[in-house]
């Protein structure tokens, strides 16, 4: 089994509320599968994102997820 490591940067909170666009709390953490309450500590820098959301945000970031409301 081959295993590929990948370093997973963590966005600072005014890259995470870049990342909502237009959106609601609600929308875009519903897209990246947390809770609104979640997303809004992101925000505000209470909590930090997991690598597991990070790499999430990544993708939303390069807008492979949340288009059409996906």
Same mark, same amino acid.
């Given at each position: 089994?081959?295993?590929? !490591? %990948? =370093?997973? /940067?963590? #966005?600072? #909170? !005014?890259?995470?509320?870049? @990342? %909502?666009? *237009? %959106?609601?709390?609600a929308? +875009? !953490? !519903?897209? $990246? *599968?947390? =809770?609104?309450? $979640? &997303?809004? /500590? &992101? ?7 997991? +690598?597991?959301?990070?790499? @999430?945000?990544?993708?939303? /970031? =390069?807008? =492979?997820?949340?288009?059409? *409301? %996906?």
């Amino acid at each position: 089994m081959t295993v590929v !490591a %990948r =370093k997973v /940067r963590i #966005p600072t #909170p !005014a890259e995470i509320r870049r @990342l %909502r666009g *237009g %959106r609601t709390q609600a929308e +875009v !953490a !519903a897209i $990246v *599968g947390v =809770k609104q309450s $979640v &997303w809004a /500590r &992101w925000e505000s820098g209470q909590r930090k994102p997991s +690598v597991r959301s990070a790499m @999430l945000l990544d993708l939303l /970031r =390069k807008k =492979k997820i949340g288009k059409n *409301g %996906r």
